[in-house]
């Protein structure tokens, strides 16, 4: 790979569910009790990132690491509504502080798919007062924000959405619930959320505002050009659209599929799927990043806020992420404007009801919770310290 401009972010990502641990009082931790028996997991201590913040942001930093993702917990910050909690501002605080102490730029996300468990009894974002109730969340927590320069407003509306939605066509008494497509009720709410945080967030910081859109690269089959025009718009574009009015987007890769006259085709069995059963595509970064240009238009920068890869065998790891950040130099080289690179994940942590993929640079101990690099967090710092280069 060819070197990547001056000031470009090189970091890790997290979100506040998956790594902080007894987040008790959020819609996923109930599910997580009430689903236990249909083989979801608890993410009960998670790795205890609530308490270790400051070890996890020194893997990074001792490293050459210059940025680090991670969100806020709003079930902590508003326990209650309209009861926000000062002691839990002053601690997102401290990460700020932590992060810009050890000479990362911290890129903060407001929401990372899950909210408190009385905004989930109000019917959550179909609720009444669903925007207002976020926007208010959203004012509060600026007030710890203001020298931030990154701030993501809602993670993967798209998949929200789906997830959501998913949950919501259950409770309807509908077994077969979204078919892998986004509530359009639930997206249209989100969009609206979104666009009513985002002018909040510029009046009370310094930050360049957007959010982060999955990215599902997908391509079609011969003679369906049209059916995979109608489910891009559907799962992706009509969010990337947005973007169009934000200071940035975030694009967040994994891997590609298919569209057919019947919509997305699941991945195949192989043997090189990935831990989540996933196509083994680090091209798909590339794929991603080049249809978001297309989209939001080349004067919206782009920060690349998740790609990765679950697996157990490093050295795939390594392989899937230089591929990925060799294709990443190519488009910047071209012309499209990047501004940062944050690898999905910095842990191993709790993968949304399971602990089985494992996605991170570290691994933990779950009993000690030990932070464990891996080769692929020293080979990624290295290629963090030479901001590319022949890595």
Not at 72 to 93: D, K
Request: some cysteine; proline content about 5%.
């Amino acid at each position: 790979m060819t070197s990547f401009p001056d000031g470009f972010l090189w970091g890790a990502a997290t979100a506040a569910h998956q790594v902080e641990g007894n987040n008790l009082n959020n819609d996923w931790w109930r599910l997580e009790q009430v689903a236990a028996d249909y083989g979801v997991q608890s993410s009960g201590d998670a790795l205890d990132s609530y308490h270790r913040y400051r070890e996890d942001m020194q893997l990074l930093a001792d490293r050459g690491f210059t940025a680090y993702r991670f969100s806020l917990e709003w079930s902590r910050i508003e326990p209650l509504p309209g009861r926000f909690s000062r002691a839990e501002l002053a601690h997102y605080r401290r990460m700020i502080e932590t992060a810009r102490e050890l000479g990362l730029e911290p890129v903060v996300t407001l929401h990372h798919f899950t909210h408190p468990l009385w905004f989930d009894d109000r019917g959550a974002w179909l609720g009444d007062g669903a925007v207002e109730a976020f926007t208010a969340y959203v004012e509060q927590a600026c007030s710890i924000l203001g020298d931030v320069r990154w701030i993501v407003t809602i993670n993967e509306p798209n998949v929200l959405a789906i997830t959501h939605g998913g949950q919501r066509q259950v409770a309807l008494g509908n077994p077969y619930p979204t078919n892998g497509m986004p509530d359009q009720e639930i997206g249209d709410a989100l969009i609206a959320a979104h666009r009513a945080a985002a002018p909040i967030v510029r009046r009370l910081t310094d930050a360049r505002v957007g959010w982060t859109v999955a990215n599902q690269a997908l391509t079609p089959t011969p003679d369906n050009a049209d059916k995979h025009a109608e489910v891009q718009y559907l799962i992706e574009d009509k969010y990337l659209e947005v973007s169009r009015d934000d200071d940035f987007v975030g694009v967040q890769s994994y891997t590609s599929q298919t569209v057919d006259a019947d919509g997305i085709v699941p991945h195949a069995p192989a043997e090189d799927n990935t831990l989540m059963g996933w196509a083994y595509r680090p091209d798909a970064l590339d794929i991603a990043v080049r249809h978001t240009r297309d989209v939001v238009g080349a004067e919206v920068p782009i920060l690349v806020t998740e790609n990765g890869i679950a697996t157990d065998d490093d050295e795939r790891r390594i392989a899937y992420t230089r591929k990925a950040l060799t294709d990443l130099s190519r488009a910047v080289a071209e012309g499209i404007d990047v501004r940062g690179y944050l690898h999905w994940s910095l842990l191993d942590n709790f993968e949304w009801g399971h602990w089985g993929p494992t996605f991170g640079l570290a691994s933990v101990d779950r009993e000690t919770f030990e932070r464990i690099p891996k080769p692929s967090l020293d080979w990624l710092g290295e290629v963090a310290r030479r901001n590319g280069g022949p890595v």
